[in-house]
Each structure stands twice: as structure tokens, then as C-alpha cells.
């Protein structure tokens, strides 16, 4: 039998939901490669407390708790998962596979591994061919929740909501109200509505908010029973949150997934863009049945998304399959929401199939060039520097790339790094006439004063009476603890200074006094 070992690494990745998409990522691996089996292997990290070192905040009962109930039931979504394995000492783990399609991520390494769990890395597999995953429901979990609904629903539509209800980005939790208000306006003679607590809040005092209504706990404890429910449900409600992936890669299950009523680190609209989700499509193949939208939930808005699909439902429309939209529509969209990594990965498909590459390539550049003019603008440094260090890496000649970067790194402080720009724009031939005195500026503030001493001076020789540069000389000596000269620049200065601007004069006369004084 041809297994596919995955490993889903702790060292990298955490201890959520994020362990389906994974999971999602090698089912599609598995079809792709023609392989029997997937051998699913959890890795504690050997630093911190065995998991993921930013999550040291999260309590390690509270980590165990996930890697109990959700990562180590995971392979049961997957019915060619044959088992999870946890890897509690991670320098025992040897592999031994037959070959390099048999390991995933592919090229794995227990040493230095990657995270590979981001659900745009399904966009990518899905645009190279790969078959899209899919989620099953055991037999044994289906029978269980039929015996539970049998006397609860009695023939009504079953609708759960899922809450989140976490102390961790607590921002990013449900808006209960809302949710309550709306399972009170459904028709209860229709519908059954039946809340789902988060696995972390099932033992915490229940919410009274939601005790008049059914309540199905099991579902917090097990992945298994979870995923059975929603697979039964007439609807399944819920805001973007970890348990989405059992629908989302579910495609019998009807859902509609919101965004939480506050923003958090997550769920911001530019920080979904990035990983695919706009209002014009989602980074998963969905059916008409399926929705995921941005709107964030309240009452309004959960009312009008639901009875949108229930009135498609009850036409006796066959839902309809979405399709992958074209890699040229990915490349752009990726570019435009600043996920500069992932669109590089798009652009490298598209030179692979595409009989005129170079229209993609000059495309590419001509919009991260515009990107990063936009973002500079807007104060965005962070993406505005992304943009220009992929050019700058397809593009090491072009100046004036050299140029912009050098302008952000010292808004940044990032002095190392703008020194290292100057050196590399030096060694291609750019004129740094007008930038020396930033050069130098910059090599004194790193201590490297020979260096820094003969920018400054190359510059004055050109621009003698530049006051920026007499204040960065008069720096320089004083740095270099050589009172006299400091005294003289000052003084030079101070005569270059109009008489009108008191506020400059009167700082540098205190300054030549002090000095004087010593």
C-alpha cells in the first residue's frame, strides 16, 4: 500500500481547526499522487510547552485540551485517513518514506519545518489540477445523531448555530445577542434550532441567553459527531471560525458563514482579501447552497442571507457547483490585496502553461510598482517594502526600486538594511550624488564613522551650504568627540540660518554656548 505520511508540526502550526484544512491539503496531495492512504502525524514542538512558541500565552490544560478533542480526532474526516499518530518526542521521528511524493508537506524537514495549513495553499493545489477534498460522515456518528434528533427536531428543519465563545481574541467571538434573536424568529413549528458551544466554554456556565433553546454539547467533544450534525442540518450558521472546515469542504453541507460583529486580527476585510475571501469569490469551491460572506453578524444580516438560500432551497433548484476561476484572476486579485507571496506562486504557474509569459511578467511589476506607490501614499510601509523587495529581486537593476526602498527603510529606522541598499545601488552604477548625505547619515548612526565621514564630505563638496548636512557633520564630530570642529559646523550653521527663524537660531546658539563652556 502506498501511504502518504503528513505531518502536521506544532512547531509551526497551532493547535485549532487549522489542523482540517491541513488535512484537506494532503487528501488533495493523496489524489493527486495516486496514493492508497494517509498516515496523519501530530509533532510536538521540542521549545515552550510542546506547541506553537506564540501561543505561550494560551495555557498548556487549554492546548492539551484541543490536541485531545480536535487534532487527534481529525482523521476521522477523511475516510482514507487510516489514523492519527502523536509524536510527543519529535527527535525520534525518522522518515523513511519511498518517495518524496509519499511525505507531505513535500520536502518536509523534522529540523526546519514550514507551516502548511493556510487555506490559500488550496487555491494553488486546486489551480494545478489537484482534485478538491472532501469530508465524510462515519456511519456509527450519522446513526448517532438520528437517534438524538429523532425526539428533539420530530421532522422540523434542523438549523444549528455555532457559537464562538473563546478567550483568545475574544474580539473575534459571536454576537449572541443576534444569534438569540434570530433562533427566536424562526418558526419553530418549521424549524429546530439548535445552538453548538465552543469546545472551549462547554464546561463554563451556560450562556442563559441561549437556555431556552436546544443545546447540542457532544459536538464541542467530538470531531466526529460535529461533523455528523452538520452534515444533517437543513442550515448551518456560524462566523468565520475554526469549525467552518467541516463545511467548507463538506459538499452536502448548507451553510452560511459571517464575519464577527468586531474586528480582530483575523477577520478585517483587507486581511481576508488576502487569504481569497472577497465579495466576489472565496478561496473554497462552494454550491449555491453554501455561502460565505463578509457581512458581519447581526440580526439584519443573518435574516437576509437566510431566507435568500431557503428560498432557493425550496424552488427545487439543484444547487449549482462553483469553478475555479481562471490563475490570471487569482494572480490579480492576490497582487491587489498585497498577498505578494501567494501571487508570486499564481505568476509561476502562468509562466509554466502560458505561450506569451512576458505579457504576466511586465503585468505583474507594472502593479506591484503601482501598489507600492499606493501604499507609500498611505502610510502602509510593511506591504509598500514587500512589493519592492520582490521587484527588486526580479528587477536588481532598476534604480529607481533601489531608490524607493531606500526612502522606506530609514522611515523605518531600518538603517542596517538601507546602508546594505546604498551598497548594492553603488556596486550597480546608480548616482547617489543627491543621497549621499542620507548614506552617511545612516553609517553614523551604525557607528561606522570613516565610512559615514566620507559621504558627508563627498556631499559637501557638492552641496557646501546644505544645512541638513552641516547638522549631520556637526554630528559626526561630535560622535567623533572633536569639540572644535563641532563648535566651528555649529557656528557655520548658525550663519546660514535666516534671522527670522528664532526657534533654530536660539537651539543652536544653546548648543555653541554649552559647548564654549566646556
Same mark, same amino acid.
Given at each position: ?22 488535512? %484537506? ?55 482514507? $485517513? ?178 464577527? $460583529? ?225 563648535? %566651528? ?30
Amino acid at each position: 500500500m502506498n501511504v502518504l505520511s503528513a505531518y502536521y508540526d506544532l512547531k509551526v502550526s497551532p493547535t485549532t481547526y487549522d489542523v482540517t484544512t491541513f488535512l %484537506a491539503l494532503a487528501e488533495m496531495w493523496r489524489l493527486h499522487h495516486n496514493l492508497d492512504a494517509i498516515d496523519l502525524y501530530i509533532v510536538a514542538n521540542d521549545l515552550a510547552d510542546g506547541y506553537r512558541e506564540n501561543e505561550i500565552d494560551t495555557p498548556k490544560a487549554k492546548k492539551d485540551w484541543m490536541l485531545q478533542n480536535v487534532l487527534l480526532q481529525t482523521h476521522t474526516l477523511v475516510k482514507s $485517513c487510516r489514523r492519527t499518530i502523536f509524536v510527543p518526542d519529535r527527535n525520534e521521528l525518522t522518515l523513511s518514506p519511498n518517495s518524496t511524493s509519499q511525505v507531505f508537506p513535500e520536502h518536509y524537514n523534522v529540523q526546519a519545518p514550514k507551516a502548511f495549513y493556510l487555506t490559500t495553499e488550496i487555491i494553488h493545489f486546486g489551480l494545478r489540477g489537484f482534485p478538491y477534498p472532501k469530508f465524510d460522515v462515519t456511519l456509527e456518528a450519522a446513526a448517532h445523531i438520528d437517534t438524538w434528533l429523532k425526539h428533539r427536531a420530530n421532522g422540523r428543519r434542523l438549523v444549528t448555530i455555532t457559537l464562538r465563545q473563546s478567550s483568545r481574541q475574544p474580539e473575534r467571538n459571536s454576537n449572541i445577542d443576534s444569534w438569540v434573536k434570530f433562533a427566536h424568529s424562526l418558526d419553530r413549528n418549521l424549524y429546530a434550532p439548535v445552538f453548538v458551544p465552543d469546545t472551549e466554554a462547554l464546561f463554563q456556565p451556560l450562556d442563559t441567553r441561549i437556555e431556552p433553546f436546544e443545546i447540542y454539547p457532544f459536538a464541542a467533544l467530538s470531531v466526529e459527531l460535529r461533523m455528523a450534525l452538520y452534515n444533517t442540518a437543513y442550515m448551518n450558521l456560524l462566523i468565520n471560525n475554526g469549525p467552518n472546515n467541516l463545511l467548507i469542504f463538506n459538499p452536502n453541507a448548507r451553510y452560511i458563514q459571517f464575519r464577527p $460583529c468586531r474586528q480582530g486580527i483575523n477577520t478585517e476585510a483587507e486581511t481576508l482579501a488576502q487569504h481569497g475571501y472577497t465579495k466576489d469569490y472565496n478561496p473554497v469551491l462552494r454550491n449555491s447552497f453554501q455561502k460565505v460572506v463578509l457581512d458581519i453578524d447581526e440580526l439584519e444580516n443573518i435574516e437576509r442571507n437566510f431566507h435568500q438560500i431557503v428560498a432557493r432551497i425550496d424552488s427545487g433548484a439543484a444547487p449549482i457547483q462553483d469553478k475555479w476561476p481562471q490563475p490570471e484572476i487569482w494572480l490579480y486579485r492576490f497582487a491587489e490585496h498585497s498577498a505578494y507571496k501567494d501571487a508570486l506562486k499564481v505568476l509561476e504557474l502562468l509562466l509554466e502553461t502560458s505561450e506569451n509569459p512576458g505579457i504576466f511578467n511586465r503585468e505583474f511589476e507594472t502593479l506591484l510598482l503601482q501598489k507600492s506607490d499606493e501604499q507609500f501614499r498611505e502610510g502602509r510601509l510593511g506591504p509598500a517594502l514587500q512589493a519592492l523587495d520582490i521587484l527588486k529581486d526580479r528587477l536588481p537593476t532598476h534604480i529607481e526600486i533601489g531608490m524607493r526602498r531606500i526612502q522606506i527603510l530609514l522611515k523605518l529606522d531600518r538603517i542596517e538594511e538601507m546602508t546594505d541598499e546604498f551598497e548594492r545601488l553603488n556596486e550597480i552604477g546608480a548616482d547617489l550624488t543627491q543621497l549621499l548625505i542620507v548614506w552617511g547619515q545612516g553609517l553614523l548612526a551604525t557607528g561606522q564613522l570613516v565610512e559615514a565621514k566620507s559621504k558627508i564630505d563627498t556631499y559637501l563638496l557638492h552641496f557646501p551650504n546644505d544645512q541638513n548636512a552641516l547638522n549631520v557633520l556637526a554630528e559626526w564630530y561630535k560622535k567623533s568627540e572633536d569639540l572644535n570642529e563641532y563648535l %566651528a559646523t555649529l557656528r557655520k550653521l548658525l550663519n546660514l540660518l535666516p534671522e527670522n527663524d528664532s526657534d533654530k537660531r536660539n537651539e543652536i546658539q544653546t548648543l555653541i554656548s554649552s559647548v564654549e563652556q566646556i
